[in-house]
């Protein structure tokens, strides 16, 4: 199994900024994705950003240009540096990721795994 481990979240203005860490622990060999998902009251669990091995990142229209992503392999750990926070980044936000684990035997199996969820406010 693999386990993701959240933090960074909390209160902040309009205007400020925080940064997410999720990192990822257990038998992994290999990761292929790491992202975050967030999720507000009454709404469906959204894509706010994701990088893939080789470092490749993709981000949600909403987030472009003051979300950055980005990951520490030889820590399995991927972050999320929020910048100009606005009221409408309240969300539980959620950290992914995707690859294979390896038992003693050698054999590789896929994984997909998410985190506990953090919650971000943003007040006006």
């Known amino acids: 199994q693999v386990q993701l481990v959240e933090s960074g979240g909390g209160l902040v203005q309009a205007g400020g900024s925080l940064r997410l860490s999720c990192a990822a622990s257990g038998s992994i060999f290999s990761i292929y994705s790491m992202g975050w998902y967030r999720q507000a009251p009454g709404k469906q669990r959204e894509l706010v950003a994701a990088?893939?091995?080789?470092?490749?990142?993709h981000y949600a229209d909403s987030v472009k240009g003051r979300f950055t992503i980005s990951r520490d392999n030889a820590k399995n750990t991927v972050y999320l540096q929020m910048n100009s926070l606005k009221p409408e980044d309240t969300a539980v936000y959620y950290c992914n990721a995707d690859g294979s684990t390896r038992n003693p035997y050698g054999w590789t199996t896929k994984f997909g795994s998410w985190g506990q969820g953090t919650q971000v406010t943003v007040s006006s």
């Open positions: 990088i893939i091995d080789g470092g490749t990142t």
